[in-house]
């Protein structure tokens, strides 16, 4: 298996870490992306986080990242008992990490197809979209986990807009990819119930974890040739675009909150 993420330090790190845990033996190579915020320039992202999140939660989110990244600086002189990011998960479970700019790029498939050689390519939130030729490479071809039941909100940040929107069940999501996004043929799908007290914040991290778990059950299934994927019904499809303040106060307006 090879793992594709993006270096983002709130949710991911535990995440890859539970999947390490539970299939670390069977993954040859961690393959980090940048996040896709680094596709917008970086005082409109400032501004659109701001704009959405509001001061104070803007603080509170920077907080976090901030302790994330500095405990990440620190990993080489202190012990550390929690996963703080990607990279440090990687290196403790000794999984090669490449940092392609373009993964779609003909130097780095040539690497994957001669070096790394995976059976089957993962996606947990990588910030890149996989072209065909990425597509067909791996024997048993590229999955990823989406935290939403497709093909009902497709796109990002799902947690935040099953909230606006009321919802009081979500669910998490194994796909096999295609070029289009989040459109490909389910293989397993769970449901996570929607608690009276989450935020985006907690129920982003339990549809995470939630997503390592289905994509156990998944690779048992590829493993025991006992997969039946399921076609989406795309005429069913809603596809989620990063919120505005209009949406925010909806949110809020529901009694939810960011953290």
């Not at 970086?42 to 999140?53: D, S």
């Not at 090669?96 to 130097?107: H, M, R």
């Not at 997503?211 to 019904?233: F, I, K, N, S, W």
Request: charged fraction near 20%; glycine fraction near 4%; proline fraction near 8%.
């Amino acid at each position: 298996m090879c793992l594709v993420t993006q270096d983002e330090p709130l949710y991911l790190p535990r995440a890859v870490d539970l999947l390490v845990q539970a299939r670390g033996r069977d993954i040859v190579a961690l393959v980090l992306l940048r996040p896709v915020i680094h596709n917008i320039r970086q005082w409109e992202r400032l501004k659109q986080h701001i704009a959405v999140l509001g001061p104070a939660d803007f603080l509170r989110l920077g907080l976090r990242v901030g302790r994330a990244r500095l405990l990440d600086l620190a990993r080489h002189l202190v012990p550390l008992h929690e996963a703080v990011s990607v990279r440090q998960v990687a290196e403790r479970a000794r999984i090669p990490v490449y940092q392609p700019a373009d993964i779609n790029a003909p130097e780095f498939r040539l690497v994957l197809a001669t070096t790394i050689r995976p059976d089957v390519i993962v996606s947990l939130a990588a910030s890149q979209v996989f072209r065909q030729p990425l597509l067909r490479l791996p024997p048993l071809g590229c999955l990823n986990v989406h935290s939403a039941p497709l093909p009902r909100y497709r796109g990002v940040w799902p947690s935040f807009w099953v909230l606006a929107n009321g919802e009081t069940e979500t669910a998490v999501t194994v796909h096999y990819m295609t070029e289009r996004l989040d459109a490909g043929a389910i293989l397993v799908q769970k449901p996570v119930p929607i608690r009276p007290d989450d935020t985006v914040h907690s129920l982003t991290q339990r549809t995470k974890a939630a997503g390592v778990e289905a994509l156990l059950e998944a690779l048992q299934l590829l493993e025991t040739h006992t997969a039946r994927p399921l076609p989406q019904d795309h005429a069913q499809a809603t596809v989620c675009r990063f919120p505005t303040p209009a949406d925010a106060a909806r949110l809020r307006s529901r009694g939810r909150r960011f953290f």
